[in-house]
T-cell receptor, first 115, second 115 residues
Framework: NAGVTQTPKFQVLKTGQSMTLQCAQD?????MSWYRQDPGMGLRLIHY???????DQGEVPNGYNVSRSTTEDFPLRLLSAAPSQTSVYFC??????????????FGAGSRLTVL | AQTVTQSQPEMSVQEAETVTLSCTYD???????LFWYKQPPSRQMILVIR??????QNATENRFSVNFQKAAKSFSLKISDSQLGDAAMYFC????????????FGTGTRLQVTL
């Protein structure tokens, strides 16, 4: 299994440009999410989804859009990139339900720089 | 809202020695999950250990163990027989039991392992 696959791994944008970070998982996980990691701030939740057609905002959603048309894919869109969006982005997924602490599985991360 | 606090930005341990990383959290819930993740320089997020709050027994995974003090809302990670490969950022994280519950991270502790 590939697990959680994120592309691209690195991207440089100019202020005002748009782009999409791709995320795909092959584990049939219902829950998918996007986090950003900034120095000294840990990981903060941007958006999440509990299934196809269902998305919701996390702590820091401004400037980002998501959609969930299939169980496997959860792309993150930056509509008009700003330098404040320079960060490392992680996609993560997990199962929903069951009796245990379903673990969040992370992608390898995408480093985005906005000039 | 739940918060997770890691009060040690950096720690250092000698190879083969034992080190304990601290984590406290704030919640009003009685059932929840706690996790420690490791992030090496590759930036991949790797699960180290998990604890379910309803279980009184402390979780153990090989050289890694936790001291879970529910009343004190404390969840420390002990690494025994430290190895050079343990050098990484360590994040403590909390999640409630709901379907859409998010993983809330602390700000991390950078562990250095010296010879």
């Amino acid at each position: 299994n590939a697990g959680v696959t994120q592309t691209p791994k690195f991207q440089v944008l100019k202020t005002g440009q748009s782009m999409t970070l791709q995320c795909a998982q092959d584990m049939n996980h219902e829950y998918m999410s996007w986090y950003r990691q900034d120095p000294g701030m840990g990981l903060r939740l941007i958006h999440y989804s509990v299934g196809a057609g269902i998305t919701d905002q996390g702590e820091v959603p401004n400037g980002y859009n998501v959609s969930r048309s299939t169980t496997e894919d959860f792309p993150l869109r930056l509509l008009s990139a700003a330098p404040s969006q320079t960060s490392v982005y992680f996609c993560a997924s997990r199962l929903v339900g069951g009796s245990g602490a379903n673990v969040l599985t992370f992608g390898a991360g995408s480093r985005l720089t906005v000039l | 809202a739940q918060t997770v606090t890691q009060s040690q930005p950096e720690m250092s341990v000698q190879e083969a020695e034992t080190v304990t990383l601290s984590c406290t959290y704030d919640t009003s819930e009685s059932d929840y999950y706690l996790f420690w993740y490791k992030q090496p320089p590759s930036r991949q997020m790797i699960l180290v250990i998990r604890q379910e709050a309803y279980k009184q027994q402390n979780a153990t995974e090989n050289r890694f163990s936790v001291n879970f003090q529910k009343a004190a809302k404390s969840f420390s990670l002990k690494i025994s027989d430290s190895q050079l490969g343990d050098a990484a950022m360590y994040f403590c994280a909390y999640r409630s039991t709901g379907t859409a519950s998010k993983l809330t991270f602390g700000t991390g502790t950078r562990l250095q392992v010296t010879l």
